[in-house]
């Protein structure tokens, strides 16, 4: 049986989408909660080390799986009844792995994405955990020992699996817009747009929640849109107009500005349809109460535009938590390039049957994908010189 | 055809002057909440220069505008570069003008207007004739001598003026030099060797001294207190709490309006709440003694006040627009028949407004129209965004369709100067908005905002300004009188106003 929490496609059940504010380039939208409940809260933890070493199988130091970053803060989640008021801010830090010195830089050691600390609470890195799922994808490697591939490839899998992402605070408006914004008083999202391109989208249970972790949003990563399109000029501040023809009285003139609102958040979820309304593909992470965490992603498809995630939604299917970032087109087509691969048996003619092209040509993309290393150094070197004396 | 240029002529002067009063009103190129202080100055200095070179006489009019004290220094900076008008009459006005300007303004600013002078290089005839006269004009000179030293020696010396007594040693020769019989300069010359000497000074000379000998914060703040002015005193209460044990006490009912409400804002809400009452009357006395020096009385009035986040100003302006508002409720609340006060983000008990939350205007403004208000002032910083630019299309239909005959008048009062447009930024077309810093100004900035509508034509903005100027020479004629009649020089009141 099928579990209703999992995600099968994203809707944003129980929120609703205020207008924009704009600061250059940058759209801000809010994204309200009628009815809050008091049993899931998020707080914040800060870490200030250079790197962050997650075991992701195994123990803290014994060799395994390992995923490393730079992790600013990590959250803590706190579910059931009337615990939250004992966690809110009064809590002492407990130690939260462990931290050790190399050289001048600190590296923090921490057990798994996401940790049980309580009966009811738990430690999770946000959005680095949608993100291993997105390395994770194909990490064995072939599952069939073709010749073409590398002894590492067939032994290690992909491993090192490398994405790069961008820091908030490297776009200075970014910024500017988190400084300005205001936050609404039932707010606990936001949808953040860079040249009305949909960048990510940030959710959480309770407005109060969420006023602690505006600022945290600075230290998130982003795709690297985020750069590339703050080169363009400031999006425009849109403005909607009112019917003269339709108001009367004060009355019309109040149910204008209400339908004026209902418009903004129209447009808002149109702006957003690229995440919500999609279908997703989603895995279950960890059970907590009637919350279910899990990470997603979208189709994958080069030709579309492609999030990765994670959520928590209740028993009763409302999203209580969700946290996104958008793939690059680069991103994307190295994980559809895997994903074909894997759906051909990692076999490399039948891989560039689906792409419709030859094995030399798939070669050639999968080296400049940064897939090289899975590959036999002469099977590399043959493409790469048929392709030259072929043109 | 010539009848056509001449009108839009008329009217492209009567705008630009509308645009650089209001903008003289709200601009103190400082940092606003979205707008950096670079951007501010550029702004507002271009604009002055424009008006100065196109509209010379108007120019130096706007002096008695009412506009604020950056702006009041910066055009007499600008008047005193430029040299004298040809006119007589002109010429005359304007020395006028500038001495009585340079009188009225807090001492701190009149000095460094003078000390600008150097700075940029001014040093005509009537730069030092003015610089002279102001100086005569003081009634303690070596109280200047002390608290504002510096810059009353770079006036003397680019001025070439002569001081009398003891004061050119002090200043020129170098106060080592010898003793003096002046009270006030023998402190000075002492406060360097002995500490007990230091607290017969000014407490921002007082504050190196003391720093200097080492003594204790709080047993420097203790022993300073009787020295303190008002405004130092306001300006201390927290770190003088912090560092002294004992803020330093503060007499809430000589305290200026804005000031006041500034002061409020800056208290913590457990504060505000135990001492809701005492702050609650000492602002409504602020608000009665600034109607009992500029009678308004006005019909039905709402106010509809921001309170969003973006009224927390900045750094260099902090909560002032949050405090305009504040300071506004009462004044308005005072001058008027029946009040009503519509916020943004609404508050149970108005001491304890907090800036918070998004810019709703349209929600309180509706309410205030089916109220039925004569009068409705919004005071906001005119970003409205939830939803954008409702505001402009709600008043352009009201006025279109349910109140052409304009029974209601709307008026938008903007203490945030918006550098891009040169203006402070308005809600629309169906709406004048007008600048503010002080709500003090609020009597002034009413009366000013039909020019702001665009209505009247200019030759009324010049009766308006040239009666502003009568009024201001008049002003200035009482207050020389008053200290020509007192005779013996007493220790001058020092009004601190510091832009913040």
Redesign the interface.
């Known amino acids: 049986m099928r579990d209703a929490r999992l995600l099968a496609k994203l809707e944003p059940a129980g929120l609703r989408l ?5 600061w250059g380039g940058i759209r801000l939208v ?1 994204v309200l909660r009628d009815s809050v409940r008091d049993d899931l809260r998020f707080n914040r933890r800060t870490y200030d080390d250079h790197l962050t070493v997650v075991s992701l199988e195994g123990e803290l130091k014994a060799p395994g799986l390992k995923y490393c970053t730079y992790v600013p803060h990590g959250l803590v989640v706190t579910w059931g009844q009337r615990q939250a008021d004992a966690v809110q801010g009064t809590q002492l830090q407990a130690p939260d792995g462990k931290r050790v010195k190399v050289g001048p830089f600190s590296v923090r050691l921490l057990h798994r994405m996401v940790h049980r600390e309580d009966r009811n609470q738990l430690r999770m890195l946000p959005l680095h955990l949608a993100m291993e799922g997105f390395l994770a994808l194909h990490f064995g490697g072939p599952d069939v020992a073709w010749t073409e591939y590398s002894r590492e490839a067939l032994s290690h899998g992909l491993s090192p699996r490398i994405e790069s992402a961008v820091p908030g605070w490297a776009s200075s408006a970014l910024d500017g817009a988190l400084r ?6 039932r707010q606990v999202g936001l949808l953040l747009f860079n040249a009305d391109v949909l960048l990510s989208a940030f959710v959480v249970s309770h407005p109060d929640d969420y006023r602690v972790l505006h600022r945290t949003l600075l230290e998130d990563f982003y795709g690297e849109l985020l750069l590339q399109y703050g080169f363009l000029g400031a999006a425009p ?6 019917d ?1 023809a339709r ?4 009355d019309d ?2 149910a ?2 209400t339908r ?2 209902d418009d ?1 958040a129209d447009f808002h979820a149109f702006m957003a349809g690229g995440l919500f309304g999609t279908d997703v593909t989603s895995e279950r992470i960890y059970e907590a109460g009637p919350f279910l965490l899990q990470r997603f992603h979208t189709s994958l498809k080069p030709s579309e535009e492609n999030h990765l995630g994670e959520a928590i939604v209740r028993d009763d299917g409302t999203l209580e938590y969700l946290k996104t970032y958008r793939l690059s087109a680069a991103q994307t087509r190295r994980a559809y390039l895997l994903q074909q691969l894997a759906l051909s048996g990692w076999k490399l003619e039948g891989a560039a049957e689906r792409f419709n092209t030859t094995r030399d040509d798939l070669v050639l993309r999968l080296r400049n994908a940064g897939f090289g290393y899975l590959l036999k150094e002469h099977v590399l070197e043959e493409a790469t010189r048929r392709a030259r004396r072929g043109r | 055809m010539a009848a056509v240029m001449e009108v839009r002529s008329e009217q492209v002067a009567r705008e630009d002057l509308v645009m650089f009063v209001n903008a003289c009103f709200s601009c103190t190129g400082q940092r606003e909440f979205y707008g950096d202080a670079r951007g501010q100055s550029v702004s507002i200095e271009f604009l002055h220069q424009y008006i100065l070179g196109n509209y010379r006489r108007l120019y130096a009019r706007t002096l008695a505008a009412g506009i604020n004290h950056f702006n009041q220094a910066q055009i007499v900076l600008n008047l005193l570069a430029s040299g004298s008008p040809a006119a007589p009459e002109d010429r005359e006005e304007e020395g006028a003008l500038i001495a009585a300007t340079l009188r009225a303004l807090p001492p701190p600013r009149a000095f460094r207007v003078l000390e600008s002078l150097r700075a940029r290089r001014i040093n005509n005839r009537r730069a030092r004739a003015i610089v002279r006269e102001y100086l005569e004009g003081r009634a303690d000179l070596a109280f200047d001598a002390v608290k504002y030293r510096s810059k009353l020696r770079a006036a003397v010396v680019h001025g070439h003026v002569k001081l009398p007594g003891e004061l050119g040693p002090f200043l020129i020769h170098g106060w080592k030099k010898r003793t003096y019989t002046q009270p006030l300069l023998e402190a000075f010359r002492q406060a360097h060797y002995t500490q007990d000497a230091v607290y017969a000074l000014p407490y921002t000379v007082a504050e190196g001294l003391a720093a200097k000998h080492g003594i204790p914060r709080d047993v420097f703040l203790q022993r300073i207190e009787p020295r303190l002015t008002p405004a130092e005193r306001l300006r201390l209460q927290e770190s003088a709490a912090r560092d002294g044990g004992k803020a330093p006490a503060v007499d809430l009912e000589r305290a200026p309006l804005t000031k006041l409400a500034l002061y409020i804002l800056s208290l913590k809400q457990e504060e505000r709440r135990t001492r809701r009452d005492a702050l609650h009357t000492a602002l409504e006395r602020a608000a009665a003694r600034v109607l009992g020096r500029a009678p308004v009385s006005l019909g039905r009035v709402a106010a509809v006040l921001d309170s969003s986040y973006s009224s927390s100003g900045s750094l260099e302006k902090r909560r002032r627009p949050l405090g305009v508002a504040l300071a506004a409720h009462y004044l308005l609340s005072a001058a008027s028949r029946d009040y009503r006060a519509f916020w943004t983000c609404p508050v149970e008990d108005v001491v304890q407004v907090q800036a918070r939350g998004q810019t709703d205007i349209t929600t309180p403004l509706l309410e205030a129209l089916a109220w039925g208000a004569e009068l409705v002032v919004i005071v906001s910083d005119g970003y409205d965004n939830d939803p954008p630019k409702a505001v402009a299309e709600l008043t352009r239909v009201y006025r279109a369709k349910l109140d052409p005959a304009r029974r209601t008048a709307l008026v938008h009062v903007n203490p945030v100067f918006d550098a891009e447009e040169y203006a402070p930024r308005s809600f629309g077309t169906a709406v004048p908005t007008v600048g503010v810093r002080d709500a003090e100004d609020l009597p002034t900035v009413l009366g000013f905002a039909r020019f702001a509508e665009g209505t009247a034509p200019l030759s009324e903005l010049e009766g308006y300004l040239s009666a502003r100027v009568r009024g201001l020479r008049e002003r200035d004629a009482r207050r020389r009188q008053r200290d020509a009649a007192v005779a013996a020089p007493v220790e001058p009141v020092v009004a601190e106003e510091g832009e913040g």
């Open positions: 205020a207008p924009s504010q704009v809010p300005t914004f205001e936050v609404h008083e501040e849109l403005g909607l107009s009112l003269d108001i009367s009285s004060l003139l109040r204008a500005v004026m609102r903004w």
